[in-house]
């Protein structure tokens, strides 16, 4: 303890870093000769993030953009788009400003731009590290075409509590699948050349810890021992800045007391130090004037905090532009800070080479023919119908027969706004086909589908509006539920089997969106009773953005098919799903609890001195719950298909392991049903006695593998000494020597397991 108390004192003392050498000399070149000729007032003015207004993301919307270009007091802009609305902005900042420096247009593109794919949660079902590449290389190319150059993407902040709405958001509650995410959406936003006009300057966020605040209530405090950090909820972040994200964004909330944005050991010791980060740092939405409210200051004391924290830009709040003069005039904050804010932002622009064309993406050609195409559509279909997660399938009842008639009941049958999901600021939410719409385009005339509302989304009206924000709407009916009810169960009558369309509206996940009730809206669940008093055969396609609670559901309705928020082909995908055209693949990238108190709830946890027995429900003086056993309702990693796979026994080719070596686990997997399919076969180790306790598993590898029926291959896994690292109670990153257990399957729950030792 003592050597962290000295690590952890030597941090929070440590001098200021001066910019890192970026290796480029023209570059380093340019950007101080252009420093060197700018006032104090206009470096300033570089640090200064404004909004077009044009995407709502903030509850404040900047003024007086035009004139602040003009005198050198915007450094960039977001929420503005289209080839010619920013080809005027920028020629305000170039041509009329004094020494026309260009301006950086960001926008959150999240999970797509104008073509949406799966919110991120659903992005992480599918596994597939390609294609969640292609979607952010896609998102990349359309958002480039329209004049962006800077997305606030990707979101890697682990969450273990799915009361906190951005969740969605996010890659959901594991370290391995969710670094390995990071990497790809940055690879495929940044491409290979930042200069290149179709790529996007990524940026990591919510550094750090945003998805563990305490309660799951947005915004709230973070509090967390640091071995907990540098395993668990650091390396995501990490892995972004390794795969070269160019910026990254500071979160909302607190740390150990200190709020991100005026942390300088997370955002200096860490960042800079630590991981060697050379880009450029930005608040989140008026972070800097916030820390007001967290109570360390007035706003120029916290925008100094910020500035000295290793904060670049503001994002809105505009404490930078009003205060930095004087507080260097006071002598709170020197120049050298100033100018290494400054240098860093003229860097990430130069990176994307504005100073070489400040229009190089301005180009109506490109805006015109690069979006919505067909092409990418039919991505955007595929990652859709792959993200999906088969939750149940009673008694083979999916795939549905393409014939006969199917009534789609429900408050989400027939709401086109609502497929993109959450955080798709830049979709076209009046023409994106609803479930409805994009069944009858797959199936045509094959299957006839008949329709009703079933029931409000919400009995509260007041709850249903602030569920349904941001053009989201569902059309509500002020009858009695009863008669709703019974008009919608008298529809489903006439038809061979029920499509329920249930589940959250697309914003009652997302920002500011925290939920203590986890369970399907009641009024809903009375519908989906009903229905299954018909005794015909319901399928429940569940719309959801993050985990739910759904023991009834599981208990009484036979199959479940959970498909997020697909984006914009949502209603082909569920089609093709449903009717078998597509097998699904997708699993769960985070636990689904049986109650709200299971939560956290999370397949890497730790044991306990007295766990409970495996396979037992309750044992008195045992870690355990008197009216709820401890397990999940579904697993991480959980997912079913229309196809069987079988798992042989694991080979290893050796049972002991030295340092330099590798070991070779080698898994049998066949295809033993009637249907081509696709497996994610999920490898987890569990270090047995360490240092510090270590989790029951980890995730350690993955693989997706598409098997024929009938179909057998040994699957293989490489274990080396690097796979067993972690941080010890020191902050050094270690293997110990001693016994391993290794284990492969289909789910964090069901796997085959072995074991092998790590010699010294």
Known sequence: MRKIAIWMLAIATGCSVRVQAQNNPKMDKFVSELMGKMTVDEKIGQLNLVTGGEAVTGSVVSTGVESKIKSGQIGGIFSMSSPAKIRAAQELAVKQSRLGIPIIFGMDVIHGYKTLFPIPLGLAATWDMTLIRESARIAAIEATADGLN??????????????????????????????????????????????????????????????AAESGRDYNTTDMSLHRMYNEYLPPYKAAIDAGAGTVMASFNDINGVPATANKWLMTD????????????????????????????????????????????????????????KSLDEGKISLAEIDEACRLVLIAKYKLGLFDDPFRYCNDKRAKDNILTATHLAKAREVAAKSFVLLKNEQHTLPLKKSGTVALIGPLANTGSNMPGTWSVSADLENTPSLLEGMQAALGNKVKIIHHLGSNLISDAAYQERATMFGRSIPRDERPEADIIAEAVQVASSADVIVAALGESSEMSGESSSRTDLDIPATQRRLLEALLKTGKPVVLVLFAGR????????????????????????????????????????????????????????????????????????QKFRSNYLDVDN???????????????????????????????????????????????????????????????????ELKGFQKVFLKKGE?????????????????????????????????????????????????
């Open 270 to 325: 860490v960042l800079r130090q630590q991981w060697g980060f050379k880009g450029m740092v930005v608040t989140d939405y008026t972070g800097i004037n916030e820390l007001v409210d967290h109570g360390l200051g007035d706003l120029q004391t916290v925008s100094a905090l910020a500035l000295k924290a290793g904060i670049h830009m503001d994002m809105v709040g505009e404490g930078f532009l009003t205060t930095l003069k």
């Open 150 to 211: 800077w997305t606030f993407s990707p979101m890697v902040d682990i969450s273990r509590d799915p009361r906190w709405g951005r969740i969605s958001e996010g890659s959901g509650e594991d370290t391995y699948l969710s670094s390995r995410i990071a990497a790809e959406m940055v690879k495929g936003y940044q491409g290979t050349d930042l200069k290149a006009n179709n790529t996007l300057m990524a940026c990591v966020k919510h550094f750090a810890l945003y998805g």
């Open 547 to 618: 985990p739910m609670t759904l023991t009834w559901e599981h208990e009484h309705v036979p199959a479940i098919l959970n498909v997020w928020f697909g984006g914009t082909e949502t209603g082909k995908a569920v089609a093709d799903v449903l009717f078998g055209d597509v097998n699904p693949s997708g699993k769960l990238p985070a636990t689904f609890p049986k109650n709200v108190g299971q939560i956290p709830l999370y397949y890497a946890a730790k044991t306990t001195g007295r766990p409970l027995a495996e396979d037992a429900w309750f």
């Open 631 to 697: 397990q999940p309702l579904y697993p991480f990693g959980y997912g079913l298909s229309y196809t069987h796979f079988h798992y042989g026994d694991i080979r290893l080719s050796k049972t002991s392991l030295r340092p330099s070596e590798k070991i070779l686990a080698t898994v049998r997997l066949s295809n033993t049903g009637n249907y081509d399919g696709e497996e994610v076969v999920q490898l987890y180790l569990r270090d047995v006695y360490a240092s510090i306790t270590r989790p029951v598993k």
């Open 712 to 760: 057998s291959r040994d699957i293989q896994f490489e274990i080396t000494s690097e796979d067993l690292k972690f941080y010890n109670n020191d902050l050094q990153f270690v293997a110990e020597p001693g016994d391993f257990k290794l284990f492969i399957g289909t789910n964090s729950n069901d796997a085959k397991e072995t074991q092998f030792t790590l010699l010294d």
